[in-house]
Structure formats: structure tokens, C-alpha cells
């Protein structure tokens, strides 16, 4: 039995505050609110395999994200105005060495960084999400765990980037590009998976491709962390 990507989950300092920027720019309505997690829930046409999830977690930010969200646009106008909305409601431009590059670099209200690309074919179907992207130290060598472990299948592996996509064709990529940027603290954003079968059984597969255990979760090779819950 495989595990399946459920979502994405970030530490916030202020959960309810991150989410309303995030469902703000996404369009994605808050649909569970309590005291600590606040969960959006993607639009069905946007074909998003799980959900969005705001955990209070407050730790210094150290270093660029090594997870974060590039958001699509159709056209150089619709970009310019996805990054004058995205600052509207709290974002930033931030420089982390992107140069002259078509994309904008922004930063949301905790500091997490995420790109408005330039129009791109390959993005066209994503819905409110182009891709879900990990700076990776090997991107090849990593993206047959993540294609076990999220039940994506690799559909580009030519150096420096790796690529999955749900098996359905729909919602956003799972980019794998490469970085010397090392991981410098606990990762503020981290893949949310289910198992499809017993967690135990599901876990020790996961330890067999080469995850590890670390505190009381699990990390994939790169020592990315990340949470297996069991069957609903």
C-alpha cells in the first residue's frame, strides 16, 4: 500500500493571519479554524491533491525556504497584477540572488518566499499553483523518494531539475531544483502525506527508500521533514 500526498503544512507565528493572506491570494476559502491550525481548501478546478494547513510554530527564519510555491500567470500584465495583489495584502520583493530573471520573488507576511513566474506553457493546466518547489543538494538522486513517498510520477529528470505530477494530470508540479543553498534549521513548510494502508507498515517502507527518523517524525534523504498520518 503507498502513501499519497495530502497537502503542504506551514509553521506560522500566526496561523490565522499566514492562512487569510494565503487564502486571500489564492482564492481558496478557510474551511477549519481552531486555536493553533488553520486549513484552506483549494478550489476544485484548481485540481490541488489535499489542502493547505497553518500550524503554530514560531521559530527564526534562517536562510531561503528550501520548500515554496511558484504561482502561474497567462500574460506579462496578469503577472504584474498577481504581484501588485500579492503585495496589496502583505507580500514583499525580496532578492535572493534571482538577478534579471523573468520571475518576481516575493515573500508573504512571515518572510516565506514564493515566485510569480513569467507565463510558461507547461503551467497553463495548474490552477492557482504552477508548482510545489524543493531546493534539492541532488534533485536526481531525490526524486524517486519523493515520487514513492507522494504517489507522483516523475516526469522530467534532466539535471538541474526533477519533476513529478499527480497521476491525474492536474494541480500544480513537484520541482526538484538544484541548490548549494544547505538547510540551515527545521523546514517552516513540509509535504503532509496519508498512508493508504497501516501507518507502521507505511513508515517502514517509507525507512526502507531511505527516509530517517528525526525527533518524533520522519525526513526524506536530504533531511527534509515532513508527516505521515494514518488512513482516514
Not at 61 to 69: D, Q, S, Y
Not at 136 to 159: C, K, Q, Y
Not at 194 to 219: N, W
Amino acid at each position: 500500500m503507498p502513501t499519497r500526498l495530502a497537502g503542504l503544512v506551514f509553521d506560522a507565528e500566526e496561523p490565522a493571519v499566514l492562512a487569510q493572506f494565503w487564502s486571500d491570494l489564492l482564492r481558496w476559502p478557510v474551511t477549519a479554524t481552531a486555536e493553533d491550525v488553520v486549513v484552506l481548501t483549494p478550489l476544485a478546478e484548481d485540481g490541488f491533491h489535499g489542502d493547505l494547513r497553518f500550524v503554530r510554530g514560531v521559530r527564526p527564519k534562517a536562510g531561503v525556504n528550501r520548500w515554496h510555491l511558484d504561482l502561474p500567470s497567462v500574460s506579462e500584465a496578469d503577472q504584474l497584477a498577481l504581484v501588485d495583489r500579492a503585495v496589496s495584502l502583505g507580500a514583499r520583493r525580496v532578492n535572493i540572488g534571482q538577478g534579471d530573471r523573468p520571475w518576481v520573488v516575493l515573500a508573504d507576511p512571515e518572510g516565506n518566499e514564493f515566485c510569480v513566474l513569467e507565463p510558461r506553457p507547461e503551467y497553463a493546466d495548474t490552477g492557482a499553483v504552477a508548482a510545489v518547489v524543493l531546493l534539492s543538494a541532488d534533485p536526481s538522486a531525490l526524486v524517486g523518494f519523493l515520487a514513492e513517498a507522494t504517489g507522483h510520477l516523475i516526469v522530467r529528470n534532466a539535471p538541474p531539475v526533477a519533476s513529478l505530477r499527480a497521476a491525474d494530470g492536474r494541480g500544480p508540479w513537484l520541482e526538484l531544483l538544484a541548490s548549494a543553498e544547505p538547510k540551515r534549521s527545521r523546514n517552516r513548510l513540509r509535504l503532509d502525506l496519508v498512508a493508504e494502508g497501516p501507518l507502521r507498515v507505511e513508515v517502514d517502507r517509507l525507512l526502507a527508500q531511505g527516509a530517517r527518523r528525526v525527533g518524533d517524525g520522519l525526513c526524506d534523504p536530504e533531511g527534509n521533514e515532513f508527516q505521515v498520518s494514518a488512513p482516514i
